[in-house]
């Protein structure tokens, strides 16, 4: 805990030895959205900076206030523990959420203001506790609020850096906008940086851990997360090593590891640890221990910081660690290095027998929130009698894997990914450390409970073809449409000021998750969809919705409703019968689809016979729908790989007719044939066009690859007729993207893949920020502040390992994603590539969204010609490609305060809701000013919208003010 010894602060005029502010002044409160960003009720009035906190005469008009109004209160921290509660006792909350029947309608927003007085100059740590963001202003009127500097909250209470600068002696405030429902509760606390303190040893905080299984290891990687409260870069070596408690016979080893902190960053690192045994038998514990602390082992941090005077500084860190042991027929942790490099957790219990050579098949189950990895793989635990001693876990010849990702995902984007990499995790794990207990991963069961069913949900849609089965416990289906959790554009400021088409685009970036819209592909995934009678946290009516959905799309789904049992339940008819996850009706439906493959007919290793349409004299109809061509994939083995217009729906209805397959598309250009598809290499017709396997092109040419190394056809649309998609004309150009998995070259403007939006695909894989170097020394240092706030709030939202490095150092690779933080002035990346002999160097952008030095933003619109858009203070986010054809975020702007604007769109009312910036709601690319995204929230964007597969605007899916 940092310490105020020797400091003495002034806080709201009184001197006080503390740590936190003690007094606040709070205006509110306001209407706001609960998920997406709003506007600022203050902006029309001059903004934030011309007002007088505490003032008595200062009123404004608001719907949640008593007669109407809302003015300045007093608030002050509580003497225990320094947070202060905000609650508007004159506010009858019921009364609001009664007289309109929406529980939203408390969701609130107030501007908070507190100020301190610093009376020695120093390097000092702000950080604010249950807080978005905060600024930091050197007078309570600041009356450049453009250039004011935003800081991450520690939103979650994970103990993320806020403001690590240097005061002068003087007096400033710390001021912010409360996002909350109904009442709510901050802190925030000034500390000094000491010589020491800078270091933040004492920050050092174990992440995720293995535990030891049988005796054996059965993972490696352990993470913690590190903060550097200084100004200045420092670099970070750390290795595990034996610690005091060690046993005797057990060595650890791993590698050294070197890491850059930016200044002020709290960053997660990961390390590999072994640890060996000089026992006769080589075990790390009995095979049938199950002890809690069983290994203990330390990782050593040394941090190593170059001043001023360049006299190397030296700080050690010491994270003690310890290892669970347990058996593995109950549940284990294992640690894997995530989607994006994060360290990462899951828990698992091991069949109880070999399995064949293939592997043992996977039950996914995916959680419920607050439960933990090890507390959902415990659910699939049964007592056969009520009379056995001992649970039985899991199955005889099945993996339970529950993966977990902390932040709030409801499994959708970076849950949904790390659910993915889970299962290479326990691929590659399970037969590394018992060859008969392999796992095969290539088709699972899904399952899960609450929000947990929509992940199961959410993965059987977009991977139809690696779904054995779906079971969906308690869940919904669709995010915006659960109860009051999650609803947009309700009671927000910005709606008065949003275009309807706007919304439309903006709502269409999170569309891929509605398991409603995509619900067609499940009609091969036999479905059980059970809900609790009496749960309230989950209607029935959620369950019951999707279960209808999907009987009217033909899936072979049944719908379970357990009359008196709540949201969750261990006992269904007995005493520890396995419960809402377990209970014999799930054990069977498991098991039956555990044991068998698959039960449609037309999924098949050899699937010639589809070909012959007399075999059976029945119609076939199937469709496959897809909202984002990068995360959908195949349904019996067809994928749409491009949208005529990106950020619409897209969907196949193929029919198999006497004369073959007929197959009629929906905003649809290219789509994906796998070997294993009912289609291949039979007689087809593309919207009333004959298509020809045997193109003119040689085989090699025709035949790609996919990400599972499948083979595959392309079938592209061209002048308004389908054929195999030829890679280049007659003239050596490139007549269609390059599908299927292949990355495009380096001189093609056309977006693979991996290349497609929206914004949150660059999060994807692993990533890093790039900060622009190029400007003046304040620009420089302005842009690392933002690359920093962008990297803690990843970390602070999702837990994120993200490196910040400026861009002379950065490396660009195929393995790397990157978010850049500058313009063409200020980021070397961002202008025009070096050339030597003709060869390119270093990394390049280009970005598809241009600023001009008069300050105006231009884009290349196909159908109109050009789109200039102009303003004060812009803020530009848009993809790009790299010239290594990986995935870049721009954050650029014609000013600071643009950058900071464009930054600003992650708000939540609930903290359980607040996701990573720019993953959320957002489309290809976003244009906005600083004053008119404050004042009219979304309702002020310049541009918004998605890009073709050249980078033009689609301009049919685009919001543009020009």
């Not at 060690?246 to 072994?274: F, H, M, W, Y």
Request: charged fraction near 20%; proline fraction near 4%; hydrophobic fraction near 40%.
């Amino acid at each position: 805990m940092m310490l105020f010894t020797g400091f003495v602060f002034l806080f709201c005029g009184c001197i006080v030895q503390s740590k936190y502010i003690s007094k606040w002044s709070i205006l509110g409160p306001f209407p706001r959205a609960k998920t997406e960003y709003d506007a600022d009720p203050i902006e029309a009035f001059g903004g934030i900076s011309t007002l007088h906190p505490g003032s008595k005469s200062e009123k404004f008009l608001s719907e949640q206030g008593v007669d109407g109004t809302v003015g300045w209160g007093e608030f002050r921290a509580s003497p225990t523990n320094g947070m202060v509660s905000v609650s508007f006792q004159n506010i009858n909350w019921n009364r609001y959420i009664s007289d309109m029947g929406d529980l939203a309608v408390a969701n609130f927003q107030a501007w908070v203001h507190g100020r301190f007085k610093v009376q020695h100059d120093g390097i000092y740590v702000i950080s604010c506790t249950n807080v978005h963001n905060f600024e930091v202003v050197s007078s309570p009127i600041d009356p450049e609020a453009n250039r004011s500097v935003q800081y991450m909250g520690d939103i979650y209470g994970a103990g993320v850096n806020g403001a690590v600068r240097y005061f002068k002696k003087g007096t400033f405030a710390v001021r912010f906008i409360l996002a909350a429902k109904a009442q709510a509760q901050f802190r925030c606390d000034v500390s000094p940086a000491s010589d020491g303190h800078r270091l933040m040893p004492q920050s050092a905080k174990l992440g995720v851990v293995f535990d030891v299984v049988n005796g054996r290891m059965f993972s490696n990687v352990v993470s913690f997360q590190i903060a550097n409260a200084d100004t200045r870069w420092h670099t970070v070596e750390y290795k595990a090593i034996k610690a005091k408690a060690t046993a005797r016979d057990i060595t650890v080893t791993s590698d050294v590891v070197r890491e850059a902190i930016a200044p002020g960053q709290t960053r997660a690192l990961t390390l590999n640890v072994t640890l060996e045994s000089s026992r006769k038998d080589k075990l790390l514990s009995p095979v049938d221990a199950e002890v809690e602390k069983c290994h203990t082992f330390v990782i050593t941090a040394k941090w190593t910081s170059v001043p001023a005077g360049h006299t190397r500084s030296h700080r050690n860190a010491h994270v003690p660690v310890t290892v669970r042991c347990r058996k593995a027929r109950q549940s284990f942790r294992f640690t894997f290095l995530d989607h994006d490099g994060t360290g990462a957790e899951a828990a698992a219990i091991a069949p109880n027998a070999p399995c064949v050579a293939a592997g043992c098949p996977v039950v996914l189950t995916h959680s419920g929130v607050g439960a933990t990895p090890s507390s959902q793989a415990d659910a699939y635990k049964h007592k056969a009698t009520t009379t056995d001693a001992e649970y039985t876990f899991g199955f005889d010849a099945a993996w339970v894997l529950a993966p977990e990702r902390g932040g709030a995902h409801n499994w959708e984007g970076q849950g949904h990914l790390s659910a993915l990499a889970s299962l290479e995790a326990l691929r590659q794990l399970a037969s590394r450390f018992d060859p008969t207990r392999g796992a095969e991963v290539g088709r699972v069961v899904v399952a899960g409970h609450s929000r947990g069913g929509h992940g199961a949900a959410l993965f059987a849609t977009h991977f139809p073809d690696r779904t054995r089965a779906l079971a969906m416990s308690s869940g919904w289906f669709d995010r915006e449409y659960y109860g009051d959790a999650n609803p947009v554009f309700t009671h927000d400021l910005q709606r008065a000021h949003l275009d309807p088409m706007l919304r439309g685009i903006l709502e269409a970036s999170v569309a891929e998750n509605r398991c409603d819209r995509s619900a067609a592909n499940l009609k091969a995934v036999p479905t059980l969809v059970r809900s609790g009678g009496a749960d309230r946290n989950v209607p029935p009516w959620h369950s019951r919705r999707y279960a209808r959905i999907l009987r009217e799309h033909g899936v072979n789904v049944t719908y379970t409703e357990l009359p008196g049992k709540d949201h969750w339940w261990w006992d269904t008819a007995v005493a520890n019968d396995g419960g809402v996850l377990f209970d014999p009706e799930m054990r069977a439906f498991l098991r039956q689809y555990l044991d068998t493959d698959s039960n449609d007919p037309l999924v098949v290793p050899s699937p010639s016979s589809a070909c012959d349409t007399q075999a059976d004299g029945a119609t076939v109809v199937f469709r496959v729908v897809s909202l984002n061509a990068a995360t959908f994939h195949a349904v019996r083995g067809v994928r749409i790989v491009a949208f005529r217009v990106a950020g619409r729906e897209a969907s196949l209805t193929i029919q198999r007719r006497a004369s073959g397959w007929e197959v009629a598309s929906r905003n649809v250009v290219a789509f994906a044939v796998i070997a294993t598809s009912p289609l291949w290499g039979c007689s087809v017709t593309v919207d009333g066009t004959d298509v020809s396997w045997e193109a003119a092109l040689g085989q090699s040419e025709r035949e790609r690859y996919d990400a599972d190394n499948a083979t595959v056809r392309t079938l592209c649309k061209h002048h308004n007729a389908w054929a195999v998609c030829p890679e280049i004309d007659a003239h050596g150009e490139q007549m269609s993207p390059v599908y299927a998995g292949v990355k495009a070259s380096e001189t093609t403007p056309h977006r693979g893949l991996q290349l497609l939006g929206p914004m949150r695909q660059v999060f994807a894989t692993p990533w890093q920020v790039v900060v622009g170097t190029q400007g003046s020394d304040e620009d420089t240092r302005a842009l690392l502040d933002i690359g920093v706030y962008i990297a803690n709030n990843h970390f602070a939202a999702v837990g994120t390992a993200v490196s910040v490095v400026n861009d002379t150092d950065a490396q660009c690779t195929q393995e790397r994603n990157s978010l850049v933080v500058g313009g063409v002035n200020s980021h070397a990346w961002l202008q025009p590539p070096r050339l030597s002999n003709g060869v390119r160097h270093g990394c390049h952008v280009q970005s598809p969204v241009s600023l001009a030095i008069d300050g105006c933003v231009s884009v290349n619109v196909t159908l109109s010609g050009g789109c200039r858009m102009c303003g004060i203070d812009i803020g530009v986010a848009t993809l790009a490609p790299t010239s290594q054809q990986t995935l870049a975020l721009v954050v650029s702007g014609s000013s600071l305060g643009g950058i900071r604007a464009v930054m600003s769109a992650f708000y939540a009312s609930s903290q359980a809701l607040t996701r990573g910036i720019f993953s959320n709601m957002l489309p290809d690319f976003l244009v906005v000013t600083a004053h008119g995204f404050r004042r009219y929230g979304y309702g002020g964007v310049l541009g918004c919208g998605y890009f073709n597969t050249d980078w033009t605007v689609a301009e049919a899916s685009a919001y543009l003010a020009c």
